[in-house]
Nanobody, 124 residues
Framework: QVQLVESGGDSVQAGGSLRLSCAPS????????VGWFRQAAGKDREFVAW????????SFADSVRGRFTISRDNFENTVYLQMNSLRPEDTAVYYC?????????????????WGQGTQVTVSS
């Protein structure tokens, strides 16, 4: 069992930046790919980005590509989502998820472990 804890959510103005962190509780992370998803009020949860276990490959949703980066520090056992040039439409609860699958997808059902989420609010 992997328990994930997100942190770093906050309220910022449009154009600002935030860095979210995701860390597992009681387990090393390097064997798992980690993804970030978000859910805005009244909408379905959607894929944002993922990174493979060794950090050699990443993927981003079209809506965040070029503004967000994902990275991991397996020594620190943490995955980061750096969010720049934030927009009001980025407002959502952000969740990190982990999977041991080799072939990654954006489908929620392919991600085994989920955190509780952290709120990001971007005001115009």
């Amino acid at each position: 069992q992997v328990q994930l804890v997100e942190s770093g959510g906050d309220s910022v103005q449009a154009g600002g930046s935030l860095r979210l962190s995701c860390a597992p509780s009681g387990r090393t992370f390097s064997a798992y790919a980690v993804g970030w998803f978000r859910q805005a009020a009244g909408k379905d949860r959607e894929f944002v980005a993922w990174i493979t276990g060794r950090g050699g490959s990443t993927s981003f949703a079209d809506s965040v590509r070029g503004r967000f980066t994902i990275s991991r520090d397996n020594f620190e056992n943490t995955v980061y989502l750096q969010m720049n040039s934030l927009r009001p439409e980025d407002t959502a609860v952000y969740y990190c998820a982990a999977t041991s699958r080799v072939f990654l997808s954006t489908h929620l059902s392919d991600w085994t472990y989920w955190g509780q989420g952290t709120q990001v609010t971007v005001s115009s």
